[in-house]
């Protein structure tokens, strides 16, 4: 198993990246559907927890299948996804089961806790987690500066161009989360697990780089949209959650049925 901590700063604050990074999610995930990839969704629906409280459980299909390289391809399904289970008590969430694999790879398994805090990136062992062993790598991601791949590059979701037109930030100067405010930070810890021997290592540092891009390129869109929604309300952008994911499980069920 191999695990990172990924700290994720944005010039926002947390209440705002709730509303924000539920905007975004939908608007990606239907954008993505457009090319037969994407985001199907089985399941939406308020969750209490006797830990966390009241929240919010989602049931998603992932779509994949053109994302993979040639090696993983050749050893799944023509139409693959996975299914990613996710219970959100903001400002803490979890993503996946522990132990649980992918119904096509049943020795393959992502477990994603995080947190959000109104801060630069700097507090120290924020899971407190008994479950893992030994130190592992922390990994600062600069939304600004990091670089993304090629295909997903847009000029104008460019933190280091972007200028709101609502709330006034941006452009991103280098070292901007130092003196930047607002400012807050997701931390995630992620845990990839693939116990097939010859090929642990090489898929589990391959996921982690796809989830690395994912992390970049979904904060840098999340910022680059905020003029899209920071007047909308959590009801408001419950709402528009819903109606993207209408458009989306129609447009995704009519290509995979």
């Not at 944005?10 to 990839?37: D, N």
């Not at 801060?119 to 991601?141: A, P, Q, T, Y």
Request: proline share 5%.
């Amino acid at each position: 198993m191999l695990v990172k901590e990924y700290r994720i700063c944005m010039p926002l604050t947390t209440e705002e990246y709730r509303v924000g990074q539920l905007y975004t999610i939908s608007k990606h995930s239907h954008q993505e559907s457009e090319k037969g990839e994407g985001v199907e969704v089985v399941k939406n629906e308020p969750h209490e927890d006797p830990v966390h409280g009241p929240g919010q459980f989602t049931e998603k299909r992932v779509h994949l299948s053109s994302k993979l390289p040639s090696w993983a391809r050749a050893v799944t399904p023509r139409i693959f996804y996975i299914t990613e289970k996710a219970w959100n008590y903001y400002p803490y969430t979890i993503t996946g089961e522990p132990g649980q694999g992918c119904s096509f790879l049943p020795k393959f398994s992502i477990y994603i806790e995080t947190k959000y805090e109104d801060n630069c990136g700097d507090s120290e062992n924020i899971f407190h987690s008994d479950k893992i062993l030994g130190d592992h790598e922390v990994s600062f991601l600069d939304i600004a500066f990091d670089e993304i791949p090629e295909r997903y590059y847009r000029s104008l979701e460019d933190p280091r161009f972007f200028s709101s037109a609502k709330t006034g930030r941006g452009p991103l100067r280098e070292g901007w989360r130092q003196h930047t405010k607002p400012i807050m930070c997701s931390y995630k810890l992620v845990s990839v697990k693939f116990e097939v021997w010859g090929l642990q290592t090489r898929v589990e540092q391959f996921v982690h780089k796809v989830i690395r891009d994912i992390l970049l390129i979904g904060h840098r869109q999340a910022f680059a949209w905020v003029d899209e929604w920071c007047d909308m309300s959590l009801e408001e952008v419950r709402a528009f959650e819903t109606q993207m994911q209408v458009a989306t499980n129609q447009k995704l069920g009519s290509q995979h049925p």
